[in-house]
């Protein structure tokens, strides 16, 4: 089974910093299967972006993602305060679906 | 819109079994794989199943092989994720969610979530 590792753990920052979130896999993962989510406090998770870098509709431009083979990111430019939530990555493989632990953005 | 909507918080005991519903509405039911994901308490997310709603057939890790059944109505749009054999540790929050491109292709890319369904195993 694919390992998603997503560090750092936890990110400190202040609206309006630039934030960036690694999603590391155990092995070489296809970019059409590698998505990322949002979880704001108490609420349902959302699709931030789809095949490693394309955003989900709504989604503004301030989210970005980027990378191929074990290595993706998500970058957020400007943190606006709707953004400090749990961010999960989540990669296709051998018919499972997996979830990385989460990277939790806080102020 | 596409929307999603599952039933109500269960509360169980260790050895029972739940089913949980998700309706879904604002477009073509058996056009989508509808997938199934849980959080347990202050935990992250796990992938459980997915289900194809025009032929019913489900794919699900081997960890739930045996204790998980998914079904789905046609007639009203909606799937089932029932869980057998109850334990503490299945205590979460239940999650249907669709699948982002048509069938037969499967990407992960979940969107709509359903509103989720909090599931509660205590003696």
């Known amino acids: 089974e694919i390992v998603l590792t997503q560090s750092p753990g936890t990110l400190s920052l202040s609206p309006g910093e630039r934030a960036t979130l690694s999603c590391r896999a155990s092995?070489?993962?296809?970019?059409?299967?590698l998505a990322w989510f949002r979880q704001k406090p108490g609420q349902t998770p959302s699709l931030l972006i789809y095949?490693?870098?394309s955003r989900a509709t709504g989604i503004p431009d301030r989210f970005s993602g980027s990378g191929s083979g074990t290595d993706f990111t998500l970058t957020i430019s400007r943190l606006e305060p709707e953004d400090f939530a749990v961010y999960y990555c989540q990669q296709f493989a051998n018919s499972r679906w997996t979830f990385g632990q989460g990277t939790r953005v806080e102020i | 819109q596409v929307q999603l909507v599952q039933s109500g918080a269960e509360v169980k005991k260790p050895g029972a079994s739940v089913k949980v519903s998700c309706k879904a509405s604002g477009y073509t039911f058996t056009s989508y794989y509808i997938h199934w994901v849980r959080q347990a308490p202050g935990q992250g997310l796990e992938w459980m199943a997915m289900?194809?709603?025009?032929?019913?057939?489900?794919n699900f890790p081997q960890k739930f092989q045996g204790r998980l059944t998914l079904t789905r109505d046609t007639s009203t749009s909606t799937v089932y994720m029932e869980l057998s054999s109850l334990r503490s540790d299945d205590t979460a929050v239940y999650y249907c969610?669709?699948?982002?491109?048509?069938?037969?292709?499967?990407?992960?890319?979940?969107?709509?979530w359903g509103q989720g369904t909090l599931v509660t195993v205590s003696s």
């Open positions: 289900i194809n709603p025009s032929g019913g057939g489900s």
């Open positions: 095949a490693a870098s």
């Open positions: 092995q070489s993962v296809s970019s059409n299967y």
């Open positions: 969610a669709r699948d982002g491109v048509e069938l037969p292709a499967a990407r992960g890319w979940l969107d709509p």
